[in-house]
């Protein structure tokens, strides 16, 4: 593929649903133009996985330098504001960066701004925790119930840590956001298109593939520290192949699950990117 259209300085946005070969695309980028490859995916930043998030191989990562891939351990508080943090340097760092991932919250805060709301008391969190999800929703203001997913527990329950943390609703603090590091204007976004029957077969192959490179031994090393409630546990393919090694399921019944969890987050991301980044340069995946 050629990119005329690319400036080797202007900074390169990647996203798109999982499986839809945004790292490929990256490294295509990075060969032809240089660059630093970023990471903008919330599951690969910890040390302790790389096959089960499909995190870049250490032969990709040998082509081209990369950046915030695996270099969290596995109980790192992390969040949209952390990775803005460590990005922030890197704009205007001696190599372009290109940032890819799937992570539309990354995304958002870096091209429209991140609010500066006060880090979640450990007290709070954990409170939050032990509420269902229909309890949490039931504390939301309207303005902020109207802006996040209500299915997504880790940002209703993020929703209601701010609220009572802080006494102001997440919408008020949103609105006081302040400007972006990078607009869209100074940077070339990309966004994959990639419908769901092309799609699906990707996810099903890459699954058995990661289970063929060892996925499951990768887990079983982390069974030990095993926590549901961090966020680096909740990374697709854990769960259901910790239950497997707890004897809960099959090993079928787990790569089942774990396809249909993949088919599902990558439908809520094929959903936040059409309603986000409509303003994006839509590419479509190779075959």
């Known amino acids: 593929m050629k990119f005329p259209d690319l400036s080797p300085e202007m900074p390169v946005l990647i996203a798109g649903p999982t499986a839809s070969g945004k790292s490929a695309l990256a490294l295509e980028i990075a060969a032809q133009q240089g660059g630093v490859i970023v990471n903008a995916d919330a599951s690969q930043v910890y040390d302790c996985w790389r096959v089960v998030t499909a995190r870049p191989s250490v032969e990709e990562e040998a082509q081209a330098p990369h950046l915030l891939y695996g270099h969290l351990p596995y109980d790192a508080p992390y969040s949209a504001g952390h990775w803005l943090r460590e990005v922030a340097p890197l704009l205007t760092g001696p190599e372009r960066p290109i940032i890819v991932g799937g992570t539309g919250l990354y995304y958002a805060a870096l091209t429209e701004g991140l609010a500066d709301i006060p880090a979640t008391p450990p007290e709070v969190r954990s409170a939050g925790n032990d509420l269902s999800l229909d309890a949490l929703l039931d504390q939301l203001d309207p303005g902020t119930k109207a802006r996040i997913d209500l299915k997504n527990r880790a940002r209703v329950q993020r929703a209601w840590e701010v609220l009572t943390a802080t ?45 063929e490179m060892g996925a499951l031994d990768e887990v079983e090393r982390m069974k030990h520290l095993y926590d549901p409630a961090l966020p680096a546990f909740k990374a697709i393919g854990v769960p259901e192949l910790m239950a497997h090694l707890d004897g809960q399921l099959t090993l079928d019944e787990a790569r089942d699950r774990a396809t249909i969890a993949t088919r599902q987050f990558a439908k809520r991301q094929r959903t936040w990117f059409k309603a986000r980044m409509g303003h994006w340069q839509p590419i479509r995946p190779q075959n």
């Open 167 to 211: 006494g102001r609703p997440l919408a008020d603090w949103q609105d006081d956001t302040p400007p972006p590091l990078l607009p869209i204007s100074s940077c070339k976004a990309l966004v994959f298109e990639a419908e769901k029957d092309w799609l699906t077969p990707r996810i099903e192959r890459r699954f058995d593939l990661m289970l």
